[in-house]
């Protein structure tokens, strides 16, 4: 019995089997194919997540060191004492009039594109990042370097540098898109506030710091605690009266990092002209999204 013949015995013989095997193996090789076609996918949604973002994640909880017995010690005393925390006691209706008052308050808080030229005296600058450095951060590492800038040489040579390179966002880095969406707020390349405004405050991220033994700190959610520390440092500028331009100049970071002498483990967050309004300051008139918009009660 040659081999076709013996295949062709062996499906009228056994057809149920044939069939059963085929059918098997069909089954199997589809749903090989469907879980291809989803890592594939999974795989071509990670590419879409920036490069900074994976490597901080990664580094935040992973260390190359971790097998070093050194590198083990906290980078806070282990034996760090705990103490009561008393803080004032409230009453309900109390605690509900403060919520309402404050959130009066912050509600009169806008972004200022022009400023008076009237000195803040120093005890303010100093209060209200004070202030900032309440902020809660990952682990305690306190990964912010507030610098304020009141030289007004230093504020022009600042100046010039964001609007070199805003010139160049403006016409050339920036979409279109993004350049519309603008239009609203009459923003473009020519800053005169960053001479105007009597500070500057430049808020920088350290990625990592270093600690007393030269071993490296690691910063973990350092991008989330500076956001945080920013927040508290517009709500003191507010509360205390005067009045801040939210502004992340864009390719600025390096230019500024080495014109302030920041090291290289620092980055370029947020520049805030602080002080007090142009007397003919005026707002755009915005509207904010209602409460039914931005909380949901679950
Ligand atoms: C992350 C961030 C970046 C911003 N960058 C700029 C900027 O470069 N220039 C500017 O004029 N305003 C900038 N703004 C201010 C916003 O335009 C402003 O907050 C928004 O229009 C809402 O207005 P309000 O702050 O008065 O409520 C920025 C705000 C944020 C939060």
Redesign the pocket.
Known sequence: MNIISYTIWILENHCFIVYSVLIAIFIAFTVFHKNRIENRELIREKKFVPKYYHAEKISDRKNHDDEDPDFLTSAIPENTPYIPYKPIRRSTEEIIKRSREYYELMAT?????SFSTEPIPQDVLDNIIKTAGTSPSGAHTEPWTFVAVQDPHMKLAIRHIVEEEEEENYARRMSRQWVTD?KP?A?NSTKPYLCDAPALILVFRQTHSFRSDGKKRMHYYSDISVAIAAGILLSAIHYCGLVA??????NCNSRLRDLLSRPHNERLE?LLPVGKPHDNTT??D?R?KPLSEIMLNC
């Open positions: 808080r806008r972004t200022v594109r603008l707020f923003t331009l939210t502004s992340t100049p864009l947020l707002v755009p915005l904010r």
